[in-house]
């Protein structure tokens, strides 16, 4: 059979795995090192779910404040990932992001502008200063556009100069790959098919950067888009890279419940930015209620403190609503369960009463029209109902936080944005994610070409393998005994979303893991009606293992982490524990099943640690720690006020 | 609150195909792209439908329902009467590939024509400075999701294959005024190659792109418009006219953009024979039909546009300055006559008054 799947081959010197912020900032960074670029999108050119980000990116330029500077962002991003993430991805993107940014300007972007004509920056929910570079409330689709446009723009100077617009840098729209290949522990390739067509294709390449984004697609209540079904992470594991922090899944604390059709839209954190607050069904604007002794001291304790915020930010405290996003979603969740919810089983967001509607749908314009044309619903006329969504996976590949490549036993395999984990530990602040995009995907896209050139020879793709990957993508077409690809998602959706979801239990994760393990007996035999061509049904059958391979380790870390923190929330241990702190919780693949390793954190530098108060530390650090911080830093008393 | 609804949905690929009926659970508050989906999940699997976000961000979902190009994502169910038959159709400018999906490759390898953002080269990143107020304009561009319903109700491809080649299409004519209008790019042809290589000549402003935009850009008003203006300007200027006879060096549009395409650079005044003009035409489908058979005068037509006039209230172009013997028709230049029948259009003065 094998013998006669005509598979369509190419060669390359570096194959970028998803067409988002990530994917199109490393292939830019790929082409400009002088490599031949393959980019792999799984949709249409510029339709990556990078467009959904509408806050803004987070950058450190000090244009509205000038206070600030990279020491604070890194502060806060810190802060924010409560202690866990890797410092010095932290740190790099810290400091690296307002390049990035101005980057951007050059190939053609237009961000909002301050009265001097610099870029804008708004305030957000967990940044101490107003950070984030935005465009409206459509900062994604900006910045998505600008790259798709920068990729053109090279294109074009290729057709110049090599008389072909896909000379040097080519885009395979609609294109899914399914395996990595492998010569010994060195990437050789990746096999994959065309949508439209159901074709098989073959990338030669000794370089492979995944930026597949996230895993959203396993729950039921998502924002994500039916792309995330958490490729990058399987096609990682897979090939022998292993994955860190798979337990921390960002809830956003606002999605659309109401109408059902729209359930799991987001309502952007700027709503609250800009004045909006959260009331539970007996009008109480609960929020002042949950806020945690870490964040007491930043917090309004009254509603008038918090309203003064908006206007005098220097003199007041901010209002609780701008908590981090898992306080929120947690706050919400309590009410709900409290029988204080909306009677969609939510809560209410209220910015009608708060702002005019000229300001309303001046400052929110995208926002004000998606909920007038999908719900009917005017912002600025009554509370919009909202409630917990799965928006995105802090976990992801482990990998070198400076070049962005993977860990475990593989060489020349890059990852870059949400797919990588490490850089937002247990809870990613808003904003960062743009940024994270654009300061990885050009360090994974760099490393990734120079990675080619220092090879002594091409790796070699083996028959045999290729042989494998297209039996393994076609065996659902072939059978017609198994279930309906779609049945078997809404299963995984509804143990994920009910099991692994916002709140977890022991007993809850230990059932999850036993049907996860049902599940896989299931999907192995999935079947797909039709044929190759454009079938969405046998795109979602492929795509299943991925989900169960990654929701196995979310289920599994999520079982193991004994404590509650950032994105990760345990009924049965609610408290935040400076043991765990020191733990990454790794996984690897072992054949088909998923083995967790314990895995210390790396001790932060010096200096970086000296920019903390120590009274702030004291709610993270071990002990121990802490007395190492006290030998290291004698005046830490004073570093609060940098 | 569900209900079961009678859909047809054309199925097949390039070969043929045909519509299909179905009859779907509907619930309160869904939007067609719900209803596909459910159907992919019952009765028709393998059904194909692109979309990505399902929240009007991404562009993928776009469809004609009913005949109208539109988003399945925001096309709300409960805009359908209770007995309607909601009927989805690929979008009919692009070969169909499967079911909904059609290969919109036109549109990338016209975005790929368009000449990119010339950045400053004396300006380093960081030190771009421009004012809100200048950007404003290029934002409302950079808004488009790139969903390509207005490329597809276009007339001049719609139903015109021939003038694809020479015509980008609405959305790279709003492209080509974004950066037309950006207030640093370098470039200072953005009008004039619009013009003579993207085929703005071909556009007779019937705003059906901007009506179906699910971003609201005024394409129309606030891209083509200024951009035709634009080279009206410099073509017709007096002065410029003038300089051009005497000094002769004039950067006559005609010979200001260089290109490596050859014939495809062609003002609709010399390539009127394809062109389907439809001047004011409806798209709406039950008043093309009626159109077949007969002329229905009291079908709704945009209201005509006024030209754009000098202080005196006269066209700012006169026989002196005009550059072709005799004057320019009143009816436009890319309209010949006998008029068909079905594009004559009427707007009767008080249309808007019930």
């Known amino acids: 059979m094998t013998t006669t799947t005509r598979i369509e081959r190419h060669h390359y010197d570096v194959v970028v795995i998803g067409a988002g912020g990530a994917g199109l900032r490393a292939a830019i960074e790929a082409r400009l090192a002088g490599k031949k670029t393959a980019i792999i999108s799984k949709s249409l050119f510029g339709k990556a779910h990078t467009v959904m980000a509408e806050g803004g990116a987070a950058a450190a330029m000090g244009n509205v404040n000038s206070r600030d500077n990279w020491q604070v962002h890194f502060r806060d991003t810190m802060r924010g990932g409560k202690f866990l993430n890797n410092f010095r991805m932290a740190e790099l993107h810290a400091k690296e992001s307002p390049q990035r940014i101005w980057e951007l300007e050059t190939y053609g972007a237009l961000f909002d502008r301050t009265k001097d004509g610099k870029i804008s920056q708004r305030n957000f929910g967990g940044h101490e200063y107003p950070r984030l570079a935005h465009v409206g409330d459509r900062t994604g689709l900006e910045l998505i556009r600008t790259l798709q446009q920068k990729i053109v723009s090279l294109q074009q100077e290729d057709q110049r100069e090599h008389g072909s617009y896909d000379a040097r840098i080519r885009v395979f729209s609609e294109t899914t790959i399914t395996e990595l290949l492998l010569d010994g522990d060195r990437i050789a390739g990746a096999f994959g098919y065309y949508r439209e067509s159901g074709e098989f294709v073959l990338f030669e390449a000794p370089a492979v950067v995944l930026a597949t984004g996230g895993v959203g697609r396993s729950y039921k209540v998502t924002s994500n888009s039916w792309e995330y079904t958490g490729d990058g992470h399987a096609l990682a594991l897979r090939a022998g890279a292993t994955l860190i922090n798979m337990e921390f899944l960002q809830f956003h604390p606002t999605g659309m419940v109401w109408p059902p059709s729209v359930k799991g839209i987001l309502v952007t954190e700027s709503v609250r930015g800009d004045g909006g607050v959260l009331r539970n069904s007996e009008g109480k604007r609960f929020m002042f209620d949950y806020v945690p002794d870490v964040f007491r001291k930043q917090y309004a304790e009254t509603e008038e403190e918090a309203d003064r915020w908006y206007t005098d930010p220097d003199n007041n405290r901010r209002p609780p609503e701008l908590l981090p996003r898992d306080e929120v979603a947690r706050a919400i969740n309590s009410e709900v369960k409290a029988g204080r919810g909306s009677p969609a089983g939510g809560v209410f967001l209220d910015i009608a009463s708060r702002r005019s509607g000229d300001e309303i749908r001046r400052r929110l314009p995208s926002m004000y029209h998606q909920f007038k044309e999908l719900a009917d619903v005017d912002i600025t006329a009554e509370p919009m109902e909202v409630g917990p969504t799965c928006h995105y996976v802090m976990g992801g590949v482990e990998v070198d936080p400076d070049s962005g490549a993977a860990f475990g036993h593989v060489r020349g395999l890059f990852a870059a944005g949400e797919v990588s984990g490490g850089m937002h530990g247990s809870n990613r602040l808003g904003g960062n994610s743009l940024s994270d995009l654009l300061v990885f995907g050009k360090r994974a896209g760099g490393h990734a070409a120079s990675y080619a050139d220092g090879l002594p020879a091409r790796p070699k793709v083996a028959v045999a393998a290729v042989e494998a990957a297209v039996e393994t993508a076609l065996a659902p077409l072939q059978r017609d005994t198994g279930e309906s690809p779609y049945t078997l998602q809404q299963d995984l959706q509804a143990v994920m979303g009910d099991l692994v979801g916002i709140i977890r239990r022991e007993g809850e994760l230990e059932d999850a893991l036993s049907r996860l393990a049902e599940l896989r007996e299931r999907v192995a035999k999935v079947s797909a009606a039709g044929g190759r061509r454009y079938n969405p049904g046998w795109h979602l059958a492929l795509d299943l293992r991925n989900m169960l391979v990654v929701s196995e380790c979310t289920a599994k870390a999520a079982l193991e982490r004994q404590e509650s923190r950032g994105g990760h929330t345990r009924e049965d241990y609610p408290a935040m524990e400076p043991k765990w702190r020191q733990v990454n919780l790794v996984c690897a693949l072992d054949g088909d099943t998923v083995r967790l390793i314990r895995k210390p954190l790396p001790k932060m530098r010096p200096e970086l640690i000296g920019l903390f108060d120590r009274a702030e530390l004291a709610k993270y650090l071990t002990d121990e720690e802490l007395a190492d911080f006290d030998a290291l830093v004698p005046d830490a008393g004073e570093a609060d006020n940098r | ?354």
């Not at chain 2, 609150?1 to 519509?19: C, P, V, Y």
């Open chain 2, 1 to 354: 609150m569900s209900a079961k609804r009678q859909f047809r949905i054309w199925r097949g690929d390039e070969t043929g195909g045909d519509l299909q009926d179905y009859m779907v659970e509907v619930n309160e508050g869904e939007v067609v792209l719900d209803i596909i989906h459910r159907l992919q999940a019952t009765d028709a699997p393998d059904l194909a439908c692109r979309w990505n976000c399902k929240a009007g961000k991404c562009g993928s979902c776009s469809m004609e329902i009913n005949g109208k190009p539109r988003l399945g994502c925001m096309t709300r169910m409960s805009t359908f009467g209770d007995e309607e038959t909601v009927t989805v159709t690929p979008l009919r400018t692009f070969p169909v590939i499967r079911d909904l999906v059609t290969d919109v490759s036109f549109n990338y390898e016209k975005a790929r024509e368009t000449p990119a953002f010339a950045p400053p080269e004396d300006v380093a990143p960081g030190d771009y400075r421009m004012q809100q107020v200048d950007v404003e304009r290029s934002q409302e561009f950079r808004k488009c999701i790139e969903c390509f319903l207005c490329q597809t109700v276009c007339h001049v491809i719609r139903d015109h294959d021939e003038n694809k080649q020479a015509f980008s299409g609405p959305r790279y004519f709003i492209r080509a005024a974004e950066l037309d209008m950006h207030p640093l790019d370098t470039r200072t042809d953005r009008k004039e190659y619009a013009q003579a290589e993207q085929g703005l000549g071909f556009c007779n402003i019937t705003k059906c792109c901007t009506e179906v935009c699910p971003e609201h850009i005024k394409i129309t008003d606030n891209g083509i418009i200024p951009m035709k203006e634009r080279v009206v300007d410099r073509r017709y200027d007096p002065l410029v006219w003038l300089g051009s006879k005497i000094f002769r060096r004039g950067e006559t549009p005609q010979t200001s953009v260089t290109t490596a395409r050859q014939g495809s650079a062609t003002p609709p005044s010399t390539s009127r024979g394809g062109v389907h003009s439809h001047a004011g035409g409806s798209h709406d489908p039950q008043a093309e039909a009626q159109a077949q058979s007969g002329v229905n005068w009291h079908r709704e037509v945009p209201h005509p546009t006024a030209p754009a006039v000098d202080d005196r209230g006269r066209l700012p172009l006169t026989e002196l300055t005009f550059d072709r013997a005799a004057a320019p028709s009143p009816f436009g230049d890319d309209v010949t006559f006998p008029l068909p029948p079905e594009h004559l259009n009427f707007a009767h003065p008080e249309q808007d008054k019930h």
